[in-house]
């Protein structure tokens, strides 16, 4: 379902065609000159194209937006030089649509606005997009854990975000344990990643990296970073079916 819905705020800004979907909050635009401008998709947060729902948030936004003549009003650039800005087309914002539709968090840590909290409490509330899923991680933190969390000294196991067992105080986020294996070894002298009270053992385990579903019969079964999921989370092996 789509999700763009009409806005009446009146900036101005930038206008041309969408020629690229980088990711779920990036895009590049081509204006009437023939110059490129990528622009960062303001007050949202996208999965990364290496998390789970990565793909479909890139997907997503290609759906609304590509080819599309766009308007983007903007005041300011980030660190990467990228344009920082709201895309309409028409009148219809997408950074709320994608927030809508469940492929994107609300960067409460840069944007309040509200109808962007809204948003994301009511895909939430309805499991629309990412929140169908497992446990998602934000992607700030997905990327902070992967910048610069090392491996575990245990052998393999760090914190990240919820159990995928038991209970959790009412309000508050749990706390997951994602397996990281030592990636220079062949899959069969992997360590096992552990399954305990909170991380039970589903049948179905899902590699972080390459979004990829393991079914218990595969060689890369609880042997790759990534943690215990659901028969319908991430996209079926190529070896083992899902």
């Known amino acids: 379902m789509c999700c763009l819905v009409a806005c009446n705020r009146a900036e101005e800004g930038l ?36 998390q789970a729902y990565g793909d479909a948030a890139q997907r997503y936004l290609a759906g609304l937006v590509a080819g599309q003549e766009v308007r983007v009003a903007w005041n300011k650039r980030d660190k990467y030089n990228r344009i920082l800005g709201t ?6 914002e997408v950074n709320l649509a994608m927030l809508r539709a469940g492929y994107a968090w609300h960067y409460k840590k840069f944007d309040s606005t509200p ?40 052998g393999g196991a760090r914190r990240l975000a919820e159990p995928l067992g038991g209970a959790s105080p009412p309000g508050e986020p749990r706390a997951r344990t994602e397996y990281r294996a030592g990636r220079t070894l062949p899959v069969a002298a992997r360590t096992p990643a552990p399954v305990n009270a909170t991380w039970p ?22 042997k790759t970073r990534g943690y215990p999921c659901r028969k319908n989370d991430g996209d079926r092996c190529g070896k083992c079916g899902g």
């Open 15 to 50: 206008i041309g065609h969408v020629v690229k979907v980088s990711d779920g909050d990036t895009i590049t635009v081509l204006d009437s000159s023939k110059t490129q401008h990528k622009i960062r998709l303001q007050g949202i947060d996208a999965p990364e194209k290496s």
């Open 87 to 92: 895309v309409y087309i028409k009148r219809a």
């Open 115 to 154: 109808a962007y909290a809204q948003a994301e409490s009511e895909a939430r509330a309805a499991r629309r997009g990412l929140w169908a899923g497992l446990d998602p991680i934000p992607p700030e933190q997905f990327r902070h854990g992967r910048a610069r969390t090392p491996a575990a000294p245990d």
């Open 201 to 222: 053992d589903t049948g179905y385990w899902l590699s972080t990296n390459s979004n990829k579903r393991h079914n218990r019969n595969c060689e890369n079964y609880r």
